[in-house]
Every structure is written in C-alpha cells, then in structure tokens.
C-alpha cells in the first residue's frame, strides 16, 4: 500500500516526533498529536498532567498552527479555567465535552493537516 506524502508527514509527525530535520509544521503537528493522544486516551486533564510545561507550551503552539486559536486559548488558561483546574470526575467529564467541541473526531484533525500541509508544505520535512 503506497502512502500520500501528507500520510507519510502525519506518521512522521506521530510516530518519530516529526523526524531527524523537522520544519515548523512538523513540530507543530507532533506536539499536537502528543496532546490529542493522551487526551483522547486518559482525557483532558490527563494530558495537561502528563506533559511537561514545555510539551504543553508546544502542543499549545501547535494547535494554534493548525488555526485552532480557540483550544489554543483554552488549553493556555488551563491554570485559571474551572474545568481544567481541579480534576474531578464532572470536570474531566465537561473538559472532554468542550474539547470535542474544537476537535470532534480525528479525520477534523487529519482535514485540517492537509489543508495547512497543501498550503505550506515547505513548513514540513521533505518526504
């Protein structure tokens, strides 16, 4: 089965943190995936436990690269939000509601990948 290049860049980004040379679209996606899956997974509060400031700081950075300012903003004032600053059973369970909100399934993250990658592919490692 031959992969799209977009595929190939995606896998990259998920599987080896963006590659050897990484190029800002790749560490952008990378850091976002990071975050997406441990939330997608444990949920919100989860991941905003489990990744370091500087991961957070970059998953942040990342989803604003892709154009979702709002989670980006959400997530930044995760220290002062009532959802995501005490972890209880009803926030986690409203913070994966709001979070689905932004990001309803994967194919919406892999819709808006392309987009950016067709639009910049000089901001990822070649292929």
Request: charged letters at 25%; one cysteine or more.
């Amino acid at each position: 089965m031959n992969q799209s290049t977009a595929d190939q860049v995606w896998n990259r980004a998920a599987i080896e943190g963006g590659g050897d040379s990484p190029g800002p679209g790749d560490r952008a996606l990378a850091s976002l995936l990071l975050l997406h899956g441990l939330a997608m997974n444990g949920g919100v509060h989860h991941a905003i436990e489990c990744l370091s400031p500087e991961e957070l700081s970059a998953a942040i950075d990342g989803f604003s690269y892709f154009g979702f300012e709002e989670l980006a903003e959400w997530l930044n004032n995760a220290p002062n939000d009532l959802l995501l600053k005490e972890w209880t059973d009803d926030t986690e369970t409203s913070a994966i509601f709001r979070y689905a909100e932004y990001i309803p399934d994967d194919a919406y993250l892999t819709t808006r990948f392309e987009a950016v990658y067709r639009n910049r592919p000089s901001d990822f490692e070649a292929c």
